[in-house]
């Protein structure tokens, strides 16, 4: 199975909104809406932000936000904060019922 | 509160086994629907998905690394265990175990950093 194909970096200014795209196939992100996204801090452990392509587990801010079209998953950061800076790795299910990970998109806030 | 923590060798030689244990508490690898997967993440590079068992003792593993691993469980202990074989320079990595209850992974270990070197 390929890695889920995402961005290497994008940017934005604090107060914007960014998307992070996240490209599979239909053996993985278009056949099934077990999408995920996890936000890794530097020398931290990777945090849920997303599961269920747009559900957002208790405590995770509602500035994320998460959706899919097809092939392509995509997860929604607005009102960009400081603290948003990090990598972020989207994951789905597979047809081979196994996991896939995104190869990481760094944000960097301006 | 659920937590999980790797624990394993940090150093291992060339063509050697690793074998890692994830230790968990908060919840019960008897519970439907309930799994603990390994994922590993080599320095300064994403993360790649390793394997998962489900509280039924089914079990999933990477296509490309099937081969080289096993995991299995001990819900009276609380434990999953990893084990690769014939490491190689390139399996040098911090290895996670996560929690998947059908929601992802969720949560995650603090990670164990496993090098491979002789």
């Known amino acids: 199975q390929s890695a889920l194909t995402q961005p290497a970096s994008v940017s934005g200014s604090p107060g914007q909104s960014i998307t992070i795209s996240c490209t599979g196939t239909?053996?993985?992100?278009?056949?099934?809406?077990?999408v995920s996204w996890y936000q890794q801090h530097p020398g931290k452990a990777p945090k849920l932000m997303i599961y269920d392509v747009s559900d957002r587990p208790s405590g995770v801010s509602n500035r994320f936000s998460g959706s899919k079209s097809g092939n392509t998953a995509s997860l929604t950061i607005s009102g960009l904060q400081a603290e948003d800076e990090a990598d972020y790795y989207c994951s789905s299910y597979t047809r081979s019922n196994t996991w896939v990970f995104g190869g990481g998109t760094k944000l960097t806030v301006l | 509160q659920i937590t999980l923590k790797e624990s394993g060798p940090t150093l291992v030689k060339p063509t050697q086994t690793l074998t890692l244990t994830c230790t968990f508490s908060g919840f019960s690898l008897s519970t439907t629907g309930v799994g603990v997967g390994w994922i590993r993440q080599p320095p300064g590079k994403g993360l790649e998905w390793l394997a998962l068992?489900?509280?039924?003792?089914?079990?999933r593993h990477s296509p490309s690394l099937k081969s080289r691993l096993t995991i299995t469980k001990d819900t009276s202990k609380r434990q999953v265990v990893l084990t690769m074989t014939n490491m190689d320079p390139v399996d040098t990595a911090t290895y996670y175990c996560?929690?998947?209850?059908?929601?992802?992974?969720?949560?995650w270990g603090q990670g164990t950093l496993v090098t491979v070197s002789s």
């Open positions: 239909s053996s993985d992100v278009g056949g099934y809406n077990f």
């Open positions: 068992i489900y509280w039924d003792d089914d079990e």
């Open positions: 996560a929690r998947n209850g059908g929601r992802g992974f969720d949560p």
